[in-house]
Each structure stands twice: as structure tokens, then as C-alpha cells.
């Protein structure tokens, strides 16, 4: 049942493992033991939860698309500008598109409908309404898997090898 982020040679991570196949890994020298929970798998063999590759695996890099649920995603279903996270949630363009503002990562975010209606066709700043975070391009879609096991409170250490949690 334990998950197990498996990092590249570089430690960026890589994907999100069994716990079996991690221990083949790592029995077959693939792979070295970066993290464990203390528990064992049996005597003296602990039970781990990031293992790194020995060898550098090359990636080819694969974009996330610009989708509602993904930015919703990204954005942890949270307002950014008051906080609230519930069912009525809509996206807001930072920089309206009335005035230039373009459907892309860095000017979408997630807004309740409140705010959103308050802001109206202003940009935060004018609307006095200043974002929580900065809104970004996901790093990979593994990047918003191990923020849903790192924030749901499991896998707390793998928190230092993925970038912006």
C-alpha cells in the first residue's frame, strides 16, 4: 500500500512507485534508499519512501495542457484571492482579456464567485485584491501528484524534492 517517489540520479523527481518495486530497485542495485518511515519491511530491512536511481534516466519533457481542472488543481480548488474553497469556484484571468490578458498559465487563476465579481474587469492591484501565489506553469503532472500526497499529509518527506510545495 506505501507509495515511493523514485528520483532520477539528479534527485528531480521521476514517478511514484509501489513499494515492492522500489525494493526490487534497490535489491538489484538500480537504485539507493534517499528516505525511509521507520518501518521495516523485515528485520534490518527498512521500508522506504524516496529511492534515487544510480543512473541518470533521460525524460523527454511533456507539457501540461491548459485545462479548467488543472488550473483548478494547481491552484489546490482555493481562492486566490480570499481563501475560500468549496463548490463554487470559477477561473479569473489576472490580467483581463478585455484588456490584453491571454488564457495562459501565468494569467489564470482559480476565484470564487465573489471575488471574481468584485474584481470585475480590473487587475488585482486596482481591485485592491492581492493574489495568495503567484500563478505558474506546473512543473509536470508527477509535480501535481506528489502535491496531493505531500499536502493530504502523507509522504511529508518527500516535500524537499519536488520544487514549490
Same mark, same amino acid.
Given at each position: 500500500?506505501?507509495?515511493?517517489?523514485?528520483?532520477n540520479a539528479s534527485y528531480e523527481p521521476l514517478n511514484i512507485t509501489g513499494w515492492k518495486r522500489?525494493? &526490487?530497485?534497490?535489491? =538489484?542495485?538500480?537504485?539507493? $534508499?534517499?528516505?525511509?518511515? +521507520? =518501518?521495516? &519491511?523485515?528485520?534490518?530491512?527498512?521500508?522506504?519512501?524516496?529511492?534515487?536511481?544510480?543512473?541518470?534516466? $533521460?525524460?523527454? *519533457? =511533456?507539457?501540461?495542457?491548459?485545462?479548467?481542472?488543472? &488550473?483548478?488543481?494547481? /491552484?489546490?480548488? !482555493?481562492? $486566490?484571492?480570499?481563501? *475560500?474553497?468549496?463548490?463554487?469556484? !470559477?477561473?479569473?484571468?489576472?490580467?483581463?482579456?478585455?484588456?490584453?490578458?491571454? /488564457?495562459? #498559465? /501565468?494569467?489564470?487563476?482559480?476565484?470564487?464567485?465573489?471575488?471574481? &465579481?468584485?474584481?470585475?474587469?480590473?487587475?488585482?492591484?486596482?481591485?485592491?485584491?492581492?493574489l495568495r501565489s503567484t500563478p505558474r506553469r506546473p512543473y509536470s503532472s508527477l509535480h501535481f501528484e506528489v502535491?496531493?500526497?505531500?499536502?493530504? +499529509?502523507?509522504?511529508?518527506? #518527500?516535500?524537499? *524534492?519536488?520544487?514549490?510545495?
Amino acid at each position: 500500500m506505501s507509495k515511493v517517489l523514485v528520483l532520477n540520479a539528479s534527485y528531480e523527481p521521476l514517478n511514484i512507485t509501489g513499494w515492492k518495486r522500489a525494493v &526490487v530497485l534497490m535489491l =538489484k542495485e538500480k537504485a539507493e $534508499q534517499v528516505e525511509h518511515n +521507520g =518501518k521495516l &519491511v523485515r528485520a534490518g530491512v527498512p521500508l522506504p519512501t524516496v529511492v534515487r536511481l544510480r543512473s541518470y534516466v $533521460q525524460v523527454p *519533457y =511533456k507539457e501540461i495542457p491548459l485545462t479548467r481542472r488543472n &488550473v483548478l488543481h494547481r /491552484d489546490s480548488h !482555493t481562492c $486566490q484571492y480570499c481563501g *475560500y474553497t468549496g463548490d463554487e469556484l !470559477t477561473l479569473d484571468h489576472v490580467i483581463p482579456r478585455s484588456r490584453g490578458g491571454s /488564457d495562459k #498559465w /501565468d494569467n489564470m487563476i482559480t476565484a470564487c464567485v465573489r471575488c471574481n &465579481v468584485k474584481k470585475g474587469n480590473r487587475t488585482p492591484r486596482e481591485a485592491d485584491m492581492p493574489l495568495r501565489s503567484t500563478p505558474r506553469r506546473p512543473y509536470s503532472s508527477l509535480h501535481f501528484e506528489v502535491a496531493r500526497h505531500v499536502n493530504s +499529509g502523507k509522504n511529508e518527506e #518527500w516535500r524537499k *524534492y519536488v520544487i514549490g510545495l
